[in-house]
Protein backbone atom coordinates (compact mmCIF):
# COMPACT_ATOMS: atom_id res chain seq x y z
CA UNK A 1 0.00 0.00 0.00
CA UNK A 2 1.01 3.51 -0.87
CA UNK A 3 1.78 5.93 2.62
CA UNK A 4 2.32 9.79 2.62
CA UNK A 5 4.15 10.90 5.61
CA UNK A 6 4.64 14.79 6.31
CA UNK A 7 7.10 16.67 8.09
CA UNK A 8 8.56 20.29 8.98
CA UNK A 9 5.33 21.71 10.82
CA UNK A 10 5.38 23.42 14.17
CA UNK A 11 5.16 26.34 15.75
CA UNK A 12 6.87 30.11 14.53
CA UNK A 13 6.34 33.74 15.01
CA UNK A 14 4.31 35.88 12.69
CA UNK A 15 6.64 37.04 9.53
CA UNK A 16 8.59 33.70 9.82
CA UNK A 17 8.85 30.45 7.37
CA UNK A 18 8.16 26.89 7.19
CA UNK A 19 9.05 24.53 4.82
CA UNK A 20 6.58 21.41 4.94
CA UNK A 21 7.44 17.77 3.79
CA UNK A 22 5.38 15.44 2.13
CA UNK A 23 6.75 11.87 0.96
CA UNK A 24 5.22 9.42 -0.78
CA UNK A 25 6.17 5.14 -0.22
CA UNK A 26 5.41 2.02 -1.17
CA UNK A 27 4.41 0.17 -4.67
CA UNK A 28 3.98 3.30 -6.51
CA UNK A 29 4.16 3.40 -10.18
CA UNK A 30 3.24 7.29 -10.61
CA UNK A 31 2.56 10.18 -9.44
CA UNK A 32 0.16 12.99 -11.31
CA UNK A 33 -1.28 15.80 -9.49
CA UNK A 34 0.29 16.48 -5.58
CA UNK A 35 -1.62 18.90 -3.49
CA UNK A 36 -1.87 20.39 -0.01
CA UNK A 37 -4.97 21.35 1.99
CA UNK A 38 -4.94 22.99 5.06
CA UNK A 39 -7.70 23.24 8.12
CA UNK A 40 -8.66 25.23 10.88
CA UNK A 41 -10.41 24.21 13.71
CA UNK A 42 -14.54 24.90 12.54
CA UNK A 43 -13.24 25.27 9.35
CA UNK A 44 -13.79 23.73 6.17
CA UNK A 45 -10.80 21.70 4.25
CA UNK A 46 -9.57 24.29 1.69
CA UNK A 47 -6.71 23.57 -0.28
CA UNK A 48 -4.11 25.70 -0.51
CA UNK A 49 -2.12 24.96 -3.46
CA UNK A 50 -1.64 22.23 -5.85
CA UNK A 51 1.40 20.92 -8.61
CA UNK A 52 0.89 19.29 -11.61
CA UNK A 53 3.28 16.52 -13.17
CA UNK A 54 4.10 18.82 -15.75
CA UNK A 55 5.49 21.24 -13.24
CA UNK A 56 2.06 24.45 -13.31
CA UNK A 57 1.28 25.15 -9.95
CA UNK A 58 -2.03 26.98 -8.67
CA UNK A 59 -2.84 28.41 -5.33
CA UNK A 60 -5.76 29.68 -3.19
CA UNK A 61 -5.61 33.94 -3.04
CA UNK A 62 -5.15 33.87 0.70
CA UNK A 63 -1.52 32.33 0.30
CA UNK A 64 -0.30 33.82 -3.47
CA UNK A 65 2.92 35.56 -2.86
CA UNK A 66 4.04 33.92 0.10
CA UNK A 67 3.84 30.04 -0.49
CA UNK A 68 5.42 28.16 -3.36
CA UNK A 69 4.96 24.64 -3.84
CA UNK A 70 7.19 22.19 -5.76
CA UNK A 71 8.34 18.41 -6.20
CA UNK A 72 11.08 16.61 -6.24
CA UNK A 73 9.84 13.24 -8.68
CA UNK A 74 13.08 11.21 -7.84
CA UNK A 75 12.44 11.31 -4.11
CA UNK A 76 8.26 11.25 -4.61
CA UNK A 77 8.16 14.06 -2.39
CA UNK A 78 6.22 17.22 -2.20
CA UNK A 79 6.97 20.48 -0.36
CA UNK A 80 5.43 23.78 0.45
CA UNK A 81 7.69 26.37 1.57
CA UNK A 82 5.89 28.79 3.45
CA UNK A 83 6.82 32.62 4.11
CA UNK A 84 5.90 35.91 5.57
CA UNK A 85 3.57 33.43 8.08
CA UNK A 86 0.27 35.09 9.44
CA UNK A 87 -1.57 34.00 12.67
CA UNK A 88 -4.63 33.11 10.31
CA UNK A 89 -2.35 30.37 8.34
CA UNK A 90 -2.26 28.71 11.76
CA UNK A 91 -4.07 25.08 10.79
CA UNK A 92 -3.54 20.99 9.97
CA UNK A 93 -1.91 21.02 6.62
CA UNK A 94 -2.57 17.66 4.43
CA UNK A 95 -0.49 16.26 1.76
CA UNK A 96 -2.59 14.80 -1.44
CA UNK A 97 -1.10 13.22 -4.28
CA UNK A 98 -2.91 11.04 -7.04
CA UNK A 99 -0.63 7.80 -7.75
CA UNK A 100 -1.04 4.76 -9.44
CA UNK A 101 0.46 1.89 -7.89
CA UNK A 102 2.06 -1.24 -9.87
CA UNK A 103 -0.40 -3.62 -10.66
CA UNK A 104 -3.53 -0.75 -10.90
CA UNK A 105 -4.22 1.08 -14.21
CA UNK A 106 -5.93 3.84 -12.14
CA UNK A 107 -4.81 6.46 -10.19
CA UNK A 108 -6.35 6.73 -6.49
CA UNK A 109 -6.03 10.31 -4.27
CA UNK A 110 -3.62 9.03 -1.26
CA UNK A 111 -3.63 11.68 1.76
CA UNK A 112 -1.07 12.55 4.52
CA UNK A 113 -1.94 12.18 8.07
CA UNK A 114 -1.49 15.88 8.33
CA UNK A 115 0.84 18.20 10.19
CA UNK A 116 0.30 21.24 13.04
CA UNK A 117 1.09 24.82 11.90
CA UNK A 118 1.23 27.28 14.39
CA UNK A 119 1.69 31.22 13.78
CA UNK A 120 1.75 32.82 17.23
CA UNK A 121 3.89 35.52 18.66
Known amino acids: QVQLVESGGGLVQPGGSLRLSCAAS????????MYWYRQAPGKQRELVAV???????NYADSVKGRFTISRDNGKNTVYLQMNSLKPEDTAVYYC???????????????WGQGTQVTVSS
Open 26 to 33: GSIFMINS
Open 96 to 110: KADIRSYGSTWYSAY
Open 51 to 57: ITSGGST
